[in-house]
């Protein structure tokens, strides 16, 4: 059975348990035997839909139910965040709005029907009326969390990323730390705007922003070696693709093409010079080979004699590639530069076709890297896929082809 409907079903469960109770206590103090009845008749034909696995009939059941005993606001709070989940927002919005228009409701049970009419306003779109609600709802002692968490998805949403900042350090005070670092993807996201605006200026004053205090990020070291190379200073770059490495290793896929385009228009030997900082890297951190040979081939890197040795390791630590590509290449050694650009070039049509990110979080994986993920919102939850089973889908006609 599919989640969704498992979790229709679920829920529904919990409805005909709140049904339930409120058809008990509506029979002990309603004088109608006729209302009653129907309760009674509605209860069972309820439950009986949902041992049969026909969740929408039971819904309409409990549906009237709730218009017998207008007393049950558990059970109508149910229904409007069901209907929410369904898609049918309608519903679930003139549900909550007639909630919150009794004047018998107690302080948490107004403040759970707001948040519920909030969310629906979200679902809907509606975000001005739902921003409007959060707002009533942030200093509230029940729901201040929950609609916090609201309004900053809703300024993500609508990119008002100083809103957003504002209200993501009032929900951190209600908060322990979790070690994220959300803010500071703010200001990297304000940063960009202006960089595509061509205010440096602008941009490097956000980005030092995203460096203070508790929260840092490499996506910030990595934003303002891109600023200092657009400039051309990259000396100054290549020190802070190096700080980005340093914060964050599994970076490597991104910073390798950035440095070496730091070399690309050079009058010196450029090869040669890049070819020193990779060994550089190596030499501090000697197991980073696997990942630089990944990363080369995602990025199509090849020719650099430091980057192709790595390369050839990593296909000879493999038994498939090693014996597929000795096979291929049967007229010329493995070892030899024109075998190593075929083996990289084929290797490098592979990847480009491969999922290259993966999010930490829901699993979502795609071709680019993305800061706060499309699928579950999360920020700085995709990583790179440092490592890539080629000889899985890897044939002698990709080698040749």
Not at 41 to 46: K, L, N, V
Not at 61 to 69: A, N, S
Not at 177 to 190: A, F, K, M, S
Not at 230 to 258: M, V
Request: with cysteine.
């Amino acid at each position: 059975m599919p989640a969704e409907s498992t979790l229709l079903l679920a829920t529904l469960f919990v409805i005909a348990a709140a049904a339930g109770w409120a058809f008990a206590r509506y029979s002990d103090n309603k004088q109608s035997q006729a209302d009653t009845a129907q309760l009674s008749a509605d209860y069972y034909r309820g439950l009986n839909y949902l041992l049969n696995q026909k969740p929408d009939e039971a819904l309409e059941v409990f549906m009237r139910m709730t218009e017998l005993d207008d007393e049950a606001i558990e059970t109508h709070l149910l229904l409007g965040s069901l209907f929410r989940r369904r898609g049918e927002v309608d519903r679930a919005i003139r549900i909550h709005q007639g909630l919150i228009a009794r004047p018998d409701l107690t302080g948490l049970q107004r403040d759970q029907a707001l948040y519920a009419l909030g969310e629906d306003y979200l679902k809907a779109g509606l975000f001005d009326r739902a921003e409007e609600l959060y707002e009533q709802l942030a200093e509230s002692e029940t729901h201040s969390v929950e609609a916090l968490e609201g309004l900053v998805n809703i300024y993500e949403q609508e990119r008002e990323w100083m809103r957003a900042i504002e209200a993501r350090q009032r929900l951190e005070k209600l908060l322990t730390p979790d070690g994220r670092n959300v803010i500071p993807h703010y200001y990297c996201e304000l940063a960009l705007e202006a960089l595509k605006r061509k205010e440096f200026t602008e941009a490097r004053q956000y980005l030092k922003k995203a460096r203070t205090g508790r929260h840092r990020t490499a996506r910030g070291a990595m934003m303002r070696g891109d600023i200092a190379r657009e400039l051309g200073d990259c000396e100054l770059a290549l020190k802070l693709y190096e700080r980005t490495l340093q914060q964050d290793p599994e970076l490597l896929s991104e910073i390798l093409p950035r440095a070496h385009g730091c070399f690309t228009n050079s009058e010196e030997d450029s090869t040669g010079r890049f070819s020193k900082l990779v060994t550089a890297w190596i030499a501090r951190n000697g197991a980073i080979r696997d990942e630089l040979a990944y990363a080369s081939i995602v990025n199509g890197l090849a020719g650099v004699p430091i980057i192709d040795e790595a390369v050839l390791e990593y296909v000879r630590d493999s038994e498939a590639l090693a014996a597929l590509f000795s096979a291929v290449v049967a007229d010329e050694k493995i070892e030899d530069a024109g075998a190593i650009q075929r083996i990289h070039k084929a290797l490098h049509r592979i990847a480009k076709r491969s999922s290259r990110y993966r999010c930490r979080d829901c699993g979502f994986s795609g071709a680019k890297l993305y800061w706060q993920c499309p699928s579950c919102k999360s920020w700085d939850t995709i990583r790179p896929i440092g490592h890539f089973r080629f000889e899985s889908l890897l044939h002698p006609g990709v080698v040749t082809g």
